[in-house]
């Protein structure tokens, strides 16, 4: 409910990127969930996850044009959508994933102003009546849960 009844636009008046803001937060922040970073590029938890484990890779500077990302943001958004795969893999062993990037809101990107990378584990059988009947997606795994299988993960691939 909170996305749904939130804005979800990405610079509404003072409010900053959402995104943004994540790099500007304490490590250790509940809303950080920042798992790696370099000077081009990071990795963060799904905040509405569409399974356990949903993260996004980002490039570190705000745009949400893919021909404003030069190429060494896309050799460090690469490295990390790999990282992602193989923490993804280790920490849940997931039968498949889903990667993508939505451009523009008509694409069904929420924020499309900060281009945003989905890595989503897939299992067999992780879709069920819930979305159909309830209108309600059910998560096995809180994100603080997610967090902390995956921080380490990340740490040894550093």
């Known amino acids: 409910m909170a996305y749904i009844e939130g804005n979800t636009a990405d610079a509404v008046g003072d409010r900053p990127c959402v995104f943004c803001r994540a790099l500007e937060l304490p490590v250790d922040d509940d809303d950080a969930w920042v798992l790696a970073r370099d000077d081009r590029a990071f990795v963060t938890l799904a905040k509405f996850p569409y399974n356990p484990g949903h993260l996004l890779v980002l490039p570190v500077r705000h745009t949400g044009e893919l021909e404003d990302v030069a190429a060494d ?30 451009l523009g809101r008509v694409a069904g990107a ?15 059988g992780d879709t069920n009546f819930m979305p159909v009947v309830g209108l309600t997606r059910v998560l096995p795994e809180l994100l603080a849960e997610s967090f902390r299988k995956l921080q380490p993960l990340f740490e040894a691939r550093r």
Not at 83 to 93: G, K, Y
């Open 110 to 124: 929420g924020i499309p102003d900060h281009l945003h990378w989905h890595v989503v584990p897939r299992w067999g």
């Open 73 to 102: 943001e896309h050799a460090s958004i690469a490295r990390f959508l790999a990282a992602a795969t193989a923490a993804l893999r280790e920490a849940s062993a997931p039968h498949g994933f889903n990667v993508g990037l939505n």
